[in-house]
C-alpha cells in the first residue's frame, strides 16, 4: 500500500519528463493548442507559485507587491490565484488570455502550471473537442463548458 502513492508519482514524474523534454514531443503529442478555443486558460483556479508572481512582476516592470495585488486573488486553497475576466465560450478565463486571437497573451511569463499543462502526451479536452468537430463536421466549432 505505502508504496503505490509513489509509483504513482514516479509515473506522472516519467510521463512528463518524457513530454516536455522529448525532442519529438511534436510529434508525440496529440493535441494542438494552435487549434484550441483555450479551454485549459478557463479553470475557475488558477494557482501560482511566488516565483510565478515574480515573473509576472519583472515581466510588467512591477514589484512584486503590485503585481500580486493586480493580478491574483487570494483563495480558500491557494495564496496566489489568477485573477479572471469574462469570456463569450467558457463563462470566464485566465486576465491574460487573448480572447481575440484565442491565446495566451504572455506566453513567455506564463505561469508554471500552465507551462506543465496538460503534462501528458493527450488533453482530454481537445479529444472532446476534436470528436465534437468530427461529429459535426464543422471544423471551427466550439465545444462550450461555463466555468464560472
Ligand atoms: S485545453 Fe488542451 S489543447 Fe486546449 S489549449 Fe489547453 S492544453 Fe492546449
Ligand atoms: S497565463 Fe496564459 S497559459 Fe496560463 S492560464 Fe493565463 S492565458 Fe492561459
New binding site residues.
Given amino acids: 500500500m505505502r508504496g503505490e502513492p509513489l509509483l504513482a508519482l514516479r509515473v506522472w514524474v516519467t510521463a512528463v519528463l518524457s513530454v516536455e523534454l522529448n525532442p519529438f514531443r511534436q510529434f508525440i503529442l496529440r493535441y494542438n493548442c494552435s487549434k484550441c478555443p483555450?479551454y485549459?486558460?478557463s479553470y475557475p483556479l488558477?494557482a501560482l507559485t511566488k516565483k510565478d508572481v515574480q515573473r509576472l512582476a519583472d515581466h510588467f516592470g512591477l514589484s512584486f507587491k503590485e503585481a500580486r495585488k493586480k493580478y491574483t486573488k487570494v483563495d480558500p486553497e491557494e495564496p496566489y490565484a489568477?485573477r479572471r475576466k469574462a469570456d463569450e465560450h467558457f463563462g470566464r478565463i485566465?486576465q491574460?488570455?487573448d480572447t481575440e486571437a484565442r491565446r495566451?497573451?504572455?506566453?513567455s511569463a506564463?505561469?508554471t502550471i500552465?507551462r506543465q499543462y496538460p503534462g501528458s502526451p493527450t488533453c482530454g479536452y481537445y479529444s472532446f473537442l476534436k470528436h465534437e468537430r468530427d461529429s459535426q463536421e464543422d471544423a471551427t466549432h466550439v465545444a462550450t463548458t461555463w466555468n464560472r
Fill in positions: 483555450g485549459c486558460c488558477i489568477m485566465c491574460f488570455f495566451c497573451g504572455i506566453y506564463r505561469p500552465c
